[in-house]
Every structure is written in structure tokens, then in C-alpha cells.
T-cell receptor, first 113, second 117 residues
Framework: QKEVEQNSGPLSVPEGAIASLNCTYS??????FFWYRQYSGKSPELIMF????GDKEDGRFTAQLNKASQYVSLLIRDSQPSDSATYLC?????????????FGAGTRLAVHP | GAVVSQHPSWVICKSGTSVKIECRSL??????MFWYRQFPKQSLMLMAT?????????EQGVEKDKFLINHASLTLSTLTVTSAHPEDSSFYIC?????????????FGQGTRLTVV
């Protein structure tokens, strides 16, 4: 079992729709969770992080965390073609104070006009 | 946000040669930097954790004698791929975290596309 699992996609949504991206993790000791966006050939850029159960909203993005079920999701409202990218879920395990991030394989999102 | 600069952005080298990649934190001091490798259509795989002034901690399966990491200052970590082979061709990315707790953001460098021919 992979530590962080994501559906590879592609997830195809029409422009203006809500895109829903999901991620599950295996380590119950995980403390914080991150969503990154990565365009092809570029390094990841942080969208948002969440560490408490519930929802966290930032503009068009909402992260949802359910530690009991060990899943975290990202909703993108009013999806735009520029949102087309690979979305990486990352989990922080806090061993030895190093703040290591463990990444999922990513979900490719395609927003079509 | 904080800036992490990685250099070079791409490099082509001959099989058997060594390549050095630099990762600099430009406006903050990074006591810890991370080196990742990403193959096409795959996720980032952590290679090693680089700590200023001490030996790097390598992930299981990563050859420490092949991937030499040096973190000589609070703003610079280097990754040297020694005796590179075509299978080492990949996208190498460094990241640094501001040392302020467990919830801080990780800032990524631009990445280095290594092609070994």
C-alpha cells in the first residue's frame, strides 16, 4: 500500500464546473496535509495546506480533511482552463523534526472550454 | 513567499561524468533542504534530507556514494550525481522549509532537468 494515494486521472471537467480531487493516506500519525499544483516541466507550487478536520477555504479552493477516514480532498470551484495541471497531495510525517513531505503520484486535471 | 533558486535548470552530460546541482535559499536561512527526483508522469520521490553542517540522511534505496549531498551553509545545498548513467536522467528538485515548526510551507526550486547521453 502506498503511503499517499491519488487517482491518476485524467479528471476532465468543463470550464466553470467544480473539480474534486481526492487523496488518502496510510499513516495515522500524519499531522499536516498539502496540495500542490504542478504544470508540466515545472516544480510544484503550493495551493494550500490543512491540519484540522473540516474545511478550509482560500478563494476558489477548498481543502477538506477527515482524519478518521484518512482522506483529504481539494475542491476547485469555477474551474478554468488555466487550472489544467497535475495536483499533488503531500503529507507531513514529523519524524526527527525534519518535516519530510511524502507525495502522492498526482491527479491530472483537464479543464476544457 | 520565500525564494529557492536552483541551478542549472537543465543539463546534458555524457555517461560517466559527474554533474553538480545547486540549491540556494535567497531570502531565508534553510537549516534543512530536501532533494527529490521525479521521473516522467510519476510523483516526486524524496531522495535525501540535507542538514546544514552534518551528513545528509538518505532514503532507502538511494545510493549515497552516487548522489553526494553537501550542505555547507545555511543558504546552499548541492547535489552531485557521480558517474551519471542514462537511467539517472530525471527531473531533480530541491526544496527548503523555513525552520519555524511543522506547519510551514515548503518552497521548491525551479528544478533541474538532467539528461545523460
Amino acid at each position: 500500500q502506498k503511503e499517499v494515494e491519488q487517482n491518476s486521472g485524467p479528471l476532465s471537467v468543463p470550464e466553470g464546473a467544480i473539480a474534486s480531487l481526492n487523496c488518502t493516506y496510510s499513516d495515522r500519525g500524519s499531522q499536516s496535509f498539502f496540495w500542490y499544483r504542478q504544470y508540466s516541466g515545472k516544480s510544484p507550487e503550493l495551493i494550500m495546506f490543512i491540519y484540522s478536520n473540516g474545511d478550509k477555504e482560500d478563494g476558489r479552493f477548498t481543502a477538506q480533511l477527515n482524519k478518521a477516514s484518512q482522506y483529504v480532498s481539494l475542491l476547485i470551484r469555477d474551474s478554468q482552463p488555466s487550472d489544467s495541471a497535475t495536483y499533488l497531495c503531500a503529507v507531513n510525517r514529523w519524524p526527527g523534526g525534519y518535516n519530510k513531505l511524502i507525495f502522492g503520484a498526482g491527479t491530472r486535471l483537464a479543464v476544457h472550454p | 513567499g520565500a525564494v529557492v533558486s536552483q541551478h542549472p535548470s537543465w543539463v546534458i552530460c555524457k555517461s560517466g561524468t559527474s554533474v553538480k546541482i545547486e540549491c540556494r535559499s535567497l531570502d531565508f536561512q534553510a537549516t534543512t533542504m530536501f532533494w527529490y527526483r521525479q521521473f516522467p508522469k510519476q510523483s516526486l520521490m524524496l531522495m535525501a534530507t540535507s542538514n546544514e553542517g552534518s551528513k545528509a540522511t538518505y532514503e532507502q534505496g538511494v545510493e549515497k556514494d552516487k548522489f553526494l549531498i553537501n550542505h555547507a551553509s545555511l543558504t546552499l545545498s548541492t547535489l552531485t550525481v557521480t558517474s551519471a548513467h542514462p537511467e539517472d536522467s530525471s527531473f531533480y528538485i530541491c526544496s527548503a522549509r523555513v525552520p519555524a515548526g511543522r506547519l510551514t510551507e515548503a518552497f521548491f526550486g525551479q528544478g533541474t532537468r538532467l539528461t545523460v547521453v
